[in-house]
Antibody, heavy 123, light 111 residues
Framework: QVQLQESGPGLVKPSETLSLTCTVS??????????WSWIRQPAGKGLEWIGRIYTSGSTNYNPSLKSRVTISVDTSKNQFSLKLSSVTAADTAVYYC???????????????WGQGTLVTVSS | QSALTQPASVSGSPGQSITISCTGT?????????VSWYQQHPGKAPKLMIYEASKRPSGVSDRFSGSKSGNTASLTISGLQAEDDADYYC???????????FGTGTKVTVL
């Protein structure tokens, strides 16, 4: 059974770059027709899709964050990563990684999810 | 692309049935049968409950069912139980950026 685990600093200073890694266990990140995604949730608020990556390296990002986001994959380590630059307090949130299952060739639903990691932007 | 619209809260007594609506547009919910629903307990990660509008993953209780008509998807929980007390989010594939749009979320309270 595939499991995902986020890791990275819990505190980032304003204007710096947030960096998180998602480690996939229980299966190869390269197997099957899956995308791998990042989603975030500010405290007390809803979910926001950040972006996704295929193991080929192809990416799609939310336009609201596109200028600041980079998602990459390291198949040798069974990991994918998120970098969000020029962070502000508005980027404080719980960040989740998730596998995106496909309906045909369309990545369609998120399952499973990592447990989430809280990232606070503060000086 | 705006968030999909859900009622802020829905409540019901144990054993009752409740339905949560998720209203989008012809660009997302109305164009694709790719609506999913997630249950989230406080401090926990979301859990997939329904995918492709009406399909239930293995291990999810058959008390949960989904449907879609036009631009609106719905999640019905029948035989409400205390453990169903949680937040619920819908999500739709949108085909263009952003590729996925989440709902505003609904707090389900079991009275």
């Amino acid at each position: 059974q595939v499991q995902l685990q986020e890791s990275g600093p819990g505190l980032v200073k304003p204007s710096e770059t947030l960096s998180l890694t998602c480690t996939v266990s229980g299966g190869s990140i390269s197997s099957g027709s899956y995308y791998w995604s990042w989603i975030r949730q500010p405290a007390g608020k809803g979910l926001e899709w950040i972006g996704r990556i295929y193991t080929s390296g192809s990416t799609n990002y939310n336009p609201s964050l596109k200028s600041r986001v980079t998602i990459s994959v390291d198949t040798s380590k069974n990991q994918f990563s998120l970098k969000l630059s020029s962070v502000t307090a508005a980027d404080t949130a719980v960040y989740y990684c998730a596998r995106v299952a496909a309906s045909g060739t369309t990545g369609a639903w998120f399952d499973p999810w990592g447990q989430g990691t809280l990232v606070t932007v503060s000086s | 692309q705006s968030a999909l619209t859900q009622p802020a809260s829905v409540s019901g007594s144990p054993g009752q049935s409740i339905t949560i609506s998720c209203t989008g547009t012809s660009s997302d919910v109305g164009s694709y049968n790719l609506v999913s629903w997630y249950q989230q307990h406080p401090g926990k990660a979301p859990k997939l409950m329904i995918y492709e509008a009406s399909k239930r993953p293995s291990g999810v209780s058959d008390r949960f069912s989904g449907s879609k008509s036009g631009n609106t998807a719905s999640l019905t929980i029948s035989g409400l139980q205390a453990e169903d007390d949680a937040d619920y989010y819908c999500c739709s594939y949108a085909g263009s950026s952003p590729l996925y749009v989440f709902g505003t979320g609904t707090k389900v309270t079991v009275l």
